[in-house]
């Protein structure tokens, strides 16, 4: 699938892949029922529509992260910037929700980075993405939330 | 999981994830160039990893770019290692890495 935003560069700087033993549907609701979403994103989380703001407010171990919404389409695609400020970068972060073969859903995360970060930053922003890989899949499989990361 | 410690089992194969690991976005032609194994083994093994899902791929253009995909690796660390041991171990890695270095 291609990027939706002609703008985004095309060379993600980091791309994570998964498998959900789970229809599309319910996978899809994961990453957009407001109550599942305080479970995936590690905190309350607030998703505008295109063109607005998005929100995972603070928690005792995060700062809040925001940033703008840049594409919900096609369905099942999530285009996000995002930062640790107020007035965050450009950074991108692209999900993407795809049915693969026999029910099984495919998750992949993309991210595009506007700068060199440090080794430090980048970790713990990868850990972040990763584990919103790793919460709805026990979520969507098990029908538990795995506890939060964060 | 059978995939991946069969993908893993592979000397040529964890050389391409080295390499991947320390530069992501790679063409089969930069992978090939900084190793020394044929186009025709290289794109092989590539194909063993991308099944295992420890390659994952985004199509450029004419170009396939190549990342290393870390959930086959960070489930096998979730299923054996409790996380509150984690820290524990990252503290031996990092030691380790250390004393291999100097």
Known sequence: ?????????DRPDYVAVTYFKAPIERVRRVFTDPADQAINFGGKTEIGEVGERWIRHASDKWPAITGGVLAKEPA??????????????????EFLIEPAANGV???????HHSRD??????????QGWNALLAGPKTLVETGTPLPAPF | MDLVFRALADESRRCLL????AKSAQTLAELCSGLSMTRQAVSKHLAILEEANLVATVRRGREKLHYLNPVPIAEIANRWIRKFERHRVDALVDLKRKLESE
Not at chain 1, 1 to 9: E, K
Not at chain 1, 76 to 88: Q, S
Not at chain 1, 105 to 111: E, L, N
């Open chain 1, 117 to 126: 970060w440090p080794e430090d930053l980048t970790n713990g922003a990868l």
């Open chain 1, 1 to 9: 699938m291609t990027p939706p935003d002609a703008n985004l560069p």
């Open chain 1, 76 to 93: 099942g695609c999530l285009v996000l910037t995002w930062g640790f400020d107020a007035n965050p970068p450009p950074d991108h972060v």
């Open chain 1, 105 to 111: 859903t495919r998750v992949t995360i993309k991210q």
């Open chain 2, 18 to 21: 080295d390499s991947l690991s």
